[in-house]
């Protein structure tokens, strides 16, 4: 494609008396022969045929997209340039953030959960001590806690593992989990086929008699 | 330099004021100098428990608002010289209290006593975060049952985040008592064993007072039932009391009543 750019002076303009447009061109002539005419408002017969005879371009009730000062456009090309550069900064913030979170993302406590306590943990939590009746906990990640948990527990990771716990509130991926079913000393609970699936991980102790 | 101990419970109407009472006069025959405080604003009952009723001239919201002087708002007990009181306003209420006021009203307690006891009002609020805010230690009053040692371990989850020990990381040491341990009632299975509560509030024990009719009629008639030598319950303070004063005591189990004891040694005979 072949194209050529450049900027055209513009003479616009409406009549309103004839006689003194057609005078004001005859004396003006030599400085507006290079202009390209525009005409708002009424444009008359004779007024088409002075402008030929005169051999001006013109145009009529028409809006042209007017031009701005080099100042301006390098202006809005330092706005669009920093704009870019932040832009790319959140983006990298991001990525860091995103990474930040992969790997810090496991919480290890040892402390009891004691009752009135709302823990919620974004990633994955191992819980080495107990969760007493009236704490809650939630996680985004994945759970695990080696002692009796008798409070409220809200997990949505991939898999949950829990001891025996007859007294507690078990809601897994909004599904609340039987606590029949966890009778082993530590169980695995995780989602399959869009179903839950208990496995016990350490089965009960055995006794033996001696 | 004494102690503060906070005796706390979460729950109302497990024994804390009867504890206090109890364990107060139990250290004051010890020979150890001791104030029990009533921080339970607006409901006062440790007066009436330790049978000083009609001696309260000044109470505890006057002393800190510098409406009266400290010295002669302490009462001294009649039973024990050790043991003196600061009664609680009933006209107030709990919102009273400020942080500051409680602070330099605990210092000045600390600096000529050697043991402080607070009895905190029930509950979680305001009066009982300003009763743990400046105490050494607490003891933790329950009862066998599950709503008691639910409050008790939310009670517990308060004052390790917002006394000054806790908030500073430093641990508020923590004493449990069980209270109103019915021996039958445990061997049927129907109250909670000593071990479950200490596997769910996991801190020290320092004593089990059993249930005994006689703490009611010691409370109506204003003398502590660590008085009668013949209680149980009082005798169960009388240990508690000296585990509190750094004595080695053997631990009772008070979980065998007498008729289960008789059971057993027919059982042997059998």
Request: proline share 2%; hydrophobic share 40%.
């Amino acid at each position: 494609m072949k194209s050529k750019q450049y900027s055209v002076k513009v003479f616009e303009t409406t009549i309103t008396d004839e006689k003194k447009f057609m005078e004001f061109f005859d004396t003006n002539y030599a400085l507006f022969k290079d202009h390209l005419i525009l005409i708002q408002g009424d444009l008359s017969n004779s007024i088409r045929a002075y402008l030929d005879k005169k051999s001006l371009k013109f145009l009529h009730n028409q809006t042209l997209p007017v031009g701005r000062t080099r100042k301006a456009i390098e202006e809005e090309f330092q706005v669009q340039k920093t704009e870019s550069t932040v832009n790319q900064q959140i983006a990298e913030a991001k990525i860091e953030q995103l990474s930040n979170k992969l790997q810090n993302n496991l919480t290890v406590l040892d402390t009891m959960v004691r009752s009135g306590r709302e823990l919620d943990i974004d990633g994955d939590l191992l819980l080495l001590n107990r969760v007493n009746s009236g704490a809650t906990i939630h996680t985004t990640g994945n759970l695990i806690i080696t002692q009796v948990v008798e409070g409220a527990l809200r997990c949505d990771g991939n898999f949950m593992m829990i001891t025996a716990s007859p007294k507690a509130n078990i809601i897994f991926h909004g599904v609340e989990v039987d606590n029949e079913l966890l009778e082993n000393k530590l169980n695995r609970v995780e989602l399959k086929n869009n179903e839950i699936l208990i496995t016990p991980v350490i089965k009960k102790e055995i006794n033996w008699a001696l | 330099m004494g102690i503060v101990i906070a005796v706390i419970s979460g729950k109302g109407g497990v024994g804390k004021t009867t504890a206090t009472a109890n364990l107060g006069l139990g250290i004051a025959m010890n020979d150890k100098s001791c104030i029990v405080v009533d921080f339970d604003i607006g409901q006062r009952n440790l007066d009436m428990i330790l049978g000083l009723e009609n001696r309260v001239v000044y109470d505890l919201v006057q002393v800190m608002d510098g409406d009266a002087k400290l010295k002669p708002s302490i009462i001294k007990s009649k039973v024990n010289e050790n043991l003196h009181f600061l009664a609680a306003s009933q006209s107030k209420d709990k919102t009273v209290l400020e942080s500051k006021k409680v602070e330099k009203l605990v210092k000045e307690l600390r600096e000529s006593y050697d043991y402080v006891i607070l009895d905190s009002p029930a509950g979680i609020e305001s009066g009982f975060e300003h009763t743990i805010e400046f105490a050494d230690a607490a003891i933790v009053v329950v009862n066998p049952e599950v709503s008691s040692i639910r409050d008790a371990d939310r009670a517990i989850g308060i004052l390790d985040s917002k006394s000054e020990k806790g908030r500073n990381g430093e641990e508020v040491a923590k004493y449990l008592i069980i209270n109103r341990i019915s021996a039958e009632m445990v061997e049927s299975g129907e109250m909670l064993k000593s071990e479950d509560i200490l596997d769910i509030l996991n801190i020290k024990l320092v004593g089990k007072v059993p249930e005994d009719r006689g703490v009611i009629d010691a409370s109506n008639q204003g003398k502590p039932v660590i008085l009668d030598k013949k209680s149980h319950a009082g005798q169960a303070y009388v240990r508690i009391a000296g585990r509190l004063c750094g004595q080695k005591v053997d631990m009772k189990d008070v979980e065998i009543s007498d008729k289960g004891l008789f059971k057993k040694i027919t059982g042997i005979f059998r």
